[in-house]
């Protein structure tokens, strides 16, 4: 070994070869790099659902090995078998010749297993079981010492799925028939009472059975169903299986020593139930007052686009629904009134109701509401569904147009402008109770823009166009700015969010706010004094309502705010410029 500190880097591999005595042709085949995807597990494989380590010096023997088809065919003291009704995959080679692949099984060989105890391989996955209807694979078992040493039944296999595999995790438990030695009938080596074959349904009608029974959560419970055992512990989902188990255990009082394949784990009966979707739009003009515009949008369960796979497809049932306005409310006023009062409303909102429920994960939502009284079903519905409401309305540029030719007065009412905008969105999921947003923005806004009067006094008592009294001739000044703004600009936010307690009884979380409150001023003044000479004023004064904290439910929370909004706010920046 070279001077390297690990595998991280190999940048190249060199490979030569020595010791020969005459000329040799070699050909080279494919090089390539394998690795074991199930790996050992270290904690004890019990019913307990705590996590024990196992000893360093651990008394049982565990070689995880590959037995296949090319090396193991000639295997003694028994030969290698393709399970019965598998076919070996083919590939075509470079030349058009179809290529027959390799064939392997996970081998799990394990010596000095004492009674009771539980040996096991795992592997990471992130599956969604839900649209399969069956799992099968293919289970041999034998004995390695001698060919009588094990009977029928003296070991079981054991398969796991779930988050983990120690404390959330559906349980199916085989008892294993030996293969005897020197059997080479394919239906011998992979015995059929062996085989995984079950309906995926048992494992959430078993969930369904726990919970009927008030067992626990942290506790074990298990069905035998013809001959196997079926057990759970925790709140595992086949929606989320992130861990599968392979293990053997032994059931007699001695130590065994045995070698099982597992091939061909598999799943089938996919769920290719479809759906159906929907949408629709409703334009209307209202004359020249302005226009209402309304969609809906529906699509159920199963329903999905060509090119998706059924894993892919929707799985709850979506409903969404729009109304909107636009309006000149200013149309309905007399055309002399010259007012505008652009409004713009909407509401929408948007349900989706999961086929399954939100907590079990792997069981519907309708099995759930089958197995609990009526009375809870409003209850369990309203946690399961996913519901937002959105409402707004807008007040944009409300204002009296200046009517005639009369010159600006900086008293007119026109040179007020008004905006107004309200938001609220109010929504629950199935891990917040409630969530609700309300923003509000008002902004009263003055605008003087006067057309500039220069005043020229001398030019009238200068006749003389010599450039030597241009200074004096020439001399103007304006006697009125040429723009004086002002803007107030409220806004107003408020946010309560209350985590919905799941599974934690009557006891509601307390709400969090998330809530501020400013008043915002602007000034801006601009004067021409002189044709030359311009005078520019700006200012910003930033200021915030202290409010009390919480909700303002109370009158002498009322009363606080309102003092303080009165008293233009606590100021926290101001800025001004002059050039």
């Given at each position: 070994?070279?001077?390297?500190?690990?595998?991280?880097?190999?940048?190249?591999?060199?490979?030569?070869?020595?010791?020969?005595?005459?000329?040799?042709?070699?050909?080279?085949?494919?090089?390539?790099?394998?690795?074991?995807?199930?790996?050992?597990?270290?904690?004890?494989?019990?019913?307990?659902g705590?996590y024990?380590?196992?000893?360093?010096?651990?008394?049982?023997?565990?070689?995880?090995?590959?037995?296949?088809?090319?090396e193991?065919?000639?295997?003694?003291?028994?030969?290698?078998?393709?399970?019965?009704?598998?076919?070996?995959?083919?590939?075509?080679?470079?030349?058009?010749?179809?290529?027959?692949?390799?064939?392997?099984?996970?081998?799990?060989?394990?010596?000095?297993?004492?009674?009771?105890?539980?040996?096991?391989?795992?592997?990471?996955?992130?599956?969604?079981?839900?649209?399969?209807?069956?799992?099968?694979?293919?289970?041999?078992?034998?004995?390695?010492k001698?060919?009588?040493?094990?009977?029928?039944?003296?070991?079981?296999?054991?398969?796991?799925i779930?988050?983990?595999?120690?404390?959330?995790?559906?349980?199916?438990?085989?008892?294993?028939?030996?293969?005897?030695?020197?059997?080479?009938?394919?239906?011998?080596?992979?015995?059929?009472?062996?085989?995984?074959?079950f309906?995926?349904?048992?494992?959430?009608?078993?969930?369904?059975?726990?919970?009927?029974?008030?067992?626990?959560n942290?506790?074990?419970?298990s069905?035998?169903?013809?001959?196997?055992t079926?057990?759970?512990?925790?709140?595992?989902?086949?929606?989320?299986?992130?861990?599968?188990?392979?293990a053997?255990?032994?059931?007699?009082?001695?130590?065994?020593?045995?070698?099982?394949?597992?091939?061909?784990?598999?799943?089938?009966?996919?769920?290719?139930?479809?759906?159906?979707?929907?949408?629709?739009r409703v334009?209307?003009?209202?004359?020249?007052?302005?226009?209402?515009s309304l969609?809906?949008?529906?699509?159920?369960?199963?329903?999905?686009?060509?090119?998706?796979?059924?894993?892919?497809?929707?799985?709850?049932?979506?409903?969404?629904?729009?109304?909107?306005?636009?309006?000149?409310?200013?149309?309905l006023?007399?055309?002399?009134?010259?007012?505008?009062?652009?409004?713009?409303?909407?509401?929408?909102?948007?349900?989706?109701?999961?086929?399954?429920?939100?907590?079990?994960l792997d069981?519907?939502?309708?099995?759930?509401?089958?197995n609990?009284?009526?009375?809870?079903?409003?209850?369990?519905?309203?946690?399961?569904?996913?519901?937002?409401?959105?409402?707004?309305?807008?007040?944009?540029?409300?204002?009296?147009?200046?009517?005639?030719?009369?010159?600006?007065?900086i008293?007119d009412?026109?040179?007020?402008?008004?905006?107004?905008?309200?938001?609220?969105?109010?929504?629950?999921?199935?891990?917040?109770?409630?969530?609700?947003i309300?923003?509000?923005?008002?902004?009263?806004?003055?605008?003087?823009?006067?057309?500039?009067?220069?005043?020229?006094?001398?030019k009238?008592l200068?006749?003389?166009?010599?450039?030597?009294?241009?200074?004096?001739?020439?001399?103007?000044?304006?006697?009125?700015?040429?723009?004086?703004?002002?803007?107030?600009?409220?806004?107003?936010?408020?946010?309560?969010?209350?985590?919905?307690?799941?599974?934690?009884?009557?006891y509601?979380?307390?709400?969090?706010?998330?809530?501020?409150?400013?008043?915002?001023?602007?000034?801006?003044?601009?004067?021409?004094?002189?044709?030359?000479l311009?005078?520019?004023?700006?200012?910003?004064?930033?200021?915030?309502?202290?409010?009390?904290?919480?909700?303002?439910?109370?009158?002498?929370?009322?009363?606080?705010?309102?003092?303080?909004?009165?008293?233009?706010g606590?100021?926290?920046r101001?800025?001004?410029?002059?050039?």
């Open positions: 070994i070279g001077n390297i500190p690990d595998f991280k880097s190999i940048r190249f591999v060199r490979m030569f070869l020595t010791g020969f005595e005459d000329t040799a042709v070699l050909r080279f085949g494919k090089l390539e790099l394998i690795r074991n995807q199930w790996r050992k597990l270290d904690y004890e494989i019990d019913t307990t705590q024990k380590v196992l000893p360093a010096a651990d008394p049982v023997t565990t070689d995880v090995l590959a037995v296949n088809l090319e193991n065919d000639q295997r003694i003291p028994i030969k290698y078998t393709i399970p019965p009704g598998i076919e070996r995959q083919q590939q075509l080679s470079n030349n058009n010749v179809q290529l027959f692949l390799n064939e392997q099984s996970l081998s799990l060989k394990l010596c000095d297993l004492e009674q009771n105890k539980a040996r096991g391989v795992f592997k990471n996955f992130n599956l969604d079981l839900r649209q399969y209807g069956r799992m099968q694979m293919f289970v041999h078992a034998e004995s390695v001698t060919a009588t040493d094990l009977s029928d039944g003296d070991i079981d296999a054991v398969v796991r779930g988050t983990d595999a120690i404390s959330n995790y559906y349980e199916v438990k085989i008892p294993l028939k030996m293969t005897p030695w020197g059997a080479i009938d394919t239906s011998v080596i992979w015995p059929e009472v062996n085989n995984l074959d309906d995926l349904s048992r494992l959430t009608d078993l969930k369904i059975a726990r919970d009927k029974s008030g067992t626990s942290s506790a074990y419970y069905e035998i169903i013809d001959g196997k079926f057990g759970m512990i925790g709140n595992p989902s086949l929606g989320e299986v992130r861990v599968m188990l392979l053997v255990q032994n059931e007699r009082p001695q130590n065994v020593c045995t070698e099982v394949w597992f091939n061909e784990l598999r799943l089938s009966k996919l769920d290719e139930k479809g759906g159906w979707a929907a949408t629709g334009d209307m003009t209202l004359a020249d007052l302005g226009n209402i969609s809906g949008t529906a699509k159920s369960p199963g329903f999905g686009t060509l090119d998706q796979k059924v894993n892919e497809r929707s799985r709850e049932d979506f409903r969404q629904f729009d109304i909107s306005t636009n309006l000149d409310l200013g149309k006023l007399p055309s002399r009134a010259a007012i505008q009062i652009p409004v713009y409303a909407s509401i929408s909102k948007t349900t989706r109701t999961p086929e399954y429920d939100p907590y079990a069981l519907t939502l309708k099995q759930v509401l089958n609990n009284p009526k009375d809870r079903w409003d209850s369990i519905r309203n946690n399961a569904v996913d519901v937002m409401t959105i409402k707004t309305i807008n007040f944009t540029n409300v204002k009296k147009n200046r009517v005639g030719n009369k010159r600006p007065k008293w009412i026109s040179n007020l402008d008004f905006n107004f905008s309200h938001t609220s969105t109010v929504s629950h999921t199935p891990l917040v109770e409630t969530e609700e309300r923003r509000t923005r008002g902004a009263l806004a003055y605008n003087f823009a006067p057309q500039p009067k220069k005043v020229e006094p001398f009238q200068i006749k003389s166009k010599s450039k030597w009294f241009s200074l004096v001739r020439d001399f103007n000044f304006n006697l009125a700015p040429s723009q004086l703004s002002f803007k107030g600009d409220v806004f107003r936010q408020f946010g309560a969010l209350r985590p919905r307690n799941v599974d934690g009884g009557p509601q979380i307390p709400e969090t706010y998330d809530k501020y409150f400013t008043f915002d001023r602007y000034y801006i003044m601009h004067w021409d004094l002189t044709q030359s311009t005078l520019d004023f700006n200012a910003t004064n930033n200021a915030r309502i202290d409010e009390p904290a919480g909700r303002i439910d109370t009158k002498v929370k009322k009363d606080s705010v309102r003092k303080n909004f009165f008293d233009g606590r100021n926290t101001y800025h001004q410029e002059a050039t």
